[in-house]
């Protein structure tokens, strides 16, 4: 079967309830205070694929242990995938998740990219519908929270060789996150790495895989030893350009309103947060520039003025102001500056949207339960 073959797909999800789901008073504990990817559900979602059979075998099950045999190609070559997305409790009691659609076909570009098979929108939104219908009392209803549900696929064939496996396995697990920012929104330090690079042209970094995520860690360790919380990476070519943020796309707001933001140029991941931001600010009549922005523009803009606020963006934090940039040879910003105003109001609008306060107008809200 074609990896981009995705004109198989499971009809029907088997259901093996759990049978030690945890008790309301315990979920209600975790639910108090769940900080990001502590706990999970009790239920996740399995499908698998094979090149001679598709996808196959559609279930829900208890969350527990993977069981893979230890020449399983993933743990040596990490052919692996993922995406981030959130379900939100709305005032009604009802659960909505924001643009499943967009999480769906940038996992099929992963795929696309790791040589794993590609799964269709309409399999992987089932998914996420039946792990949050069966999961559906973990999604918490305080204000900011959600219920952080993680799509991945790994290749799964116990074979040694150098090739796209031939065996794989798609998985949903479900966590309970608590408000990002829990004293309110504050601006954060990150710290530029001129050392490190995370992607490179011909690449993995439009991917969302965790191979990203495994080169970016010790720039990331570096960034916790200077009391950053996040690194922010340069192109590879010319250690000039801003990319990202380890995990977050990044922004710039000029004094004249317009955005600025890093253009797409293959070594980026396309966030929908970003997407999402820059729609929004063009509808209240911002320009939004899509272009290179060099460290050098960054640096010289905020000391003269003509960049008033920065901010980085993602599904897990939303949108996070960003207060000073810190690096071996100079710093950027004001720490102690409040959020820019601009960054708070996109901010509100965005989690309005989604938690419900606000129409939907771009269709953006799928309900899942
Ligand atoms: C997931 C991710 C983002 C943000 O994407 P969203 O779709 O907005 O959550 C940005 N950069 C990297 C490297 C990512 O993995």
Known sequence: MARNDTTTFPVSFTLTPSTSARVEAHRDEILADPGFGNYFTDHMIEIDWTVDEGWHNAQVKPYGPLSIEPGSAVLHYGQEIFEGLKAYRHADGSVWTFRPDANARRLARSARRLALPELSVTDFIESIRQIVEIDNAWVPSAPETSLYLRPFMIANENFLGVRAAHRAAYYVIASPAGAYFKGGVAPIKIWLT????????????????????????????????????????????TGT??????????????????LVTPRLTGSILEGITRDSIITLA???????????????????????????????CGTAAVVTPIGQVLSD????????????????SLRQELTDIQYGRLPDTHGWMTKLA
């Open 241 to 258: 350009k801003v990319e990202e943020l380890g995990g977050m796309n990044v922004f710039l707001v000029k004094k004249d309103g317009t």
């Open 282 to 312: 063009r509808e209240r009549g911002h320009t939004v520039e899509e272009r290179d922005i060099t460290i050098d523009e960054w640096r010289d803009g905020v000391a003269s003025g003509d960049i008033t606020e920065v901010f980085a």
């Open 194 to 237: 001129t050392e490190y690079t995370r992607a490179g042209r011909g690449g993995t970094g439009a991917a969302k895989c965790g191979g990203n995520y495994a080169a970016s860690l010790v720039a990331q360790a570096d960034a916790y030893d200077r009391g950053c919380a996040q690194v922010l990476f340069l192109d590879a070519d």
């Open 329 to 344: 040879e100079f710093s950027i910003g004001d720490p102690t500056a409040p959020a820019g105003e601009l960054t708070m």
